[in-house]
């Protein structure tokens, strides 16, 4: 039986390799992608799938994201030790556990409670004390929280979400897929300076849509 709790020297080994040739080369970013096991987010059927760049299939009809856009949004986000980081859209938990590698603390949004619930036992189980797990519609942001030095969206919308730029500290980033939801959309970093918003475009991507209000279970 193959021990999915641990990977493997080989496995972590062709698993690093792949996200550096996707680009992503921060060292902090590798060694958080390194610590966390990808194999504790996927279950059933497509565990065995964990360490490939893909995108799999999790409970509520959503997909956990390929590693390699991962690194690249999490890359991009820049994330300082004593960063405050709001995600919306928890999915398996997957990008927030390595956020929480990187930040002070993060923050985490889903609107479906059964993908909440899941994630938090693989966060408990890690031990990874520095995230906050709520359900809800994270369009809106995280007022009581407001401002965040950095957010990232993994769900896609069609433009930034209006309440997500407001609630991003001066100084600070967020990286967020934008574009229709059946077609390739585009990875966009907005920076937040005294002078106003700038956008970066940083890769075609394909991510499930930010839907309104809660999901049903
Ligand atoms: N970051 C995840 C992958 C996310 S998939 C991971 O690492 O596994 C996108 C997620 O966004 C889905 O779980 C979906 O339920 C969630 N989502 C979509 N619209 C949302 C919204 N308005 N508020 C919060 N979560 C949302």
């Known amino acids: 039986m193959v021990d999915f709790d641990m990977m493997d020297a080989e496995r972590v080994m062709q698993f690093l390799f792949a996200l550096r040739s996707k ?5 902090r970013v ?3 992608m390194e610590f966390i096991d990808r194999g504790l987010f996927v279950k059933g059927h ?5 360490y490939d760049d893909l995108p799999l299939p999790i409970a509520c009809g959503q997909t956990i994201s390929q590693p390699g856009v991962v690194g690249l949004m999490t890359q991009a986000l820049k994330v300082r030790p004593r960063d405050k980081v709001l995600e919306v859209g928890t999915g398996s938990g997957y990008q927030a556990a390595i956020l929480s590698q990187l930040a002070r603390r993060v923050y985490t949004v889903d609107r479906h409670r059964r993908l909440v619930k899941e994630a938090r036992r693989v ?3 890690l031990d990874l ?3 906050t797990t709520i359900v809800g519609d994270g369009s809106f942001g995280l007022p009581d929280q ?12 069609e ?10 500290r001066t100084g600070g980033i967020m990286v967020v897929p934008v574009g229709q ?3 390739v959309q585009r990875l966009i970093k907005v920076t937040k300076s005294e002078a106003g918003l700038e956008y970066e475009e940083l890769a075609p991507v394909r991510f499930v849509p930010l839907v309104e209000g809660l999901g049903q279970d």
């Open 23 to 27: 680009g992503v080369t921060d060292k």
């Open 129 to 131: 004390t520095n995230i």
């Open 46 to 50: 497509f565990a065995s799938r964990a």
């Open 181 to 183: 939801s059946d077609a």
């Open 30 to 32: 590798l060694e958080a």
């Open 123 to 125: 966060f408990d189980r």
């Open 146 to 157: 407001a401002p965040f030095d950095r957010i990232v969206v993994t769900a896609a919308a």
């Open 159 to 168: 433009d930034p979400p209006g309440p997500l730029l407001a609630q991003l």
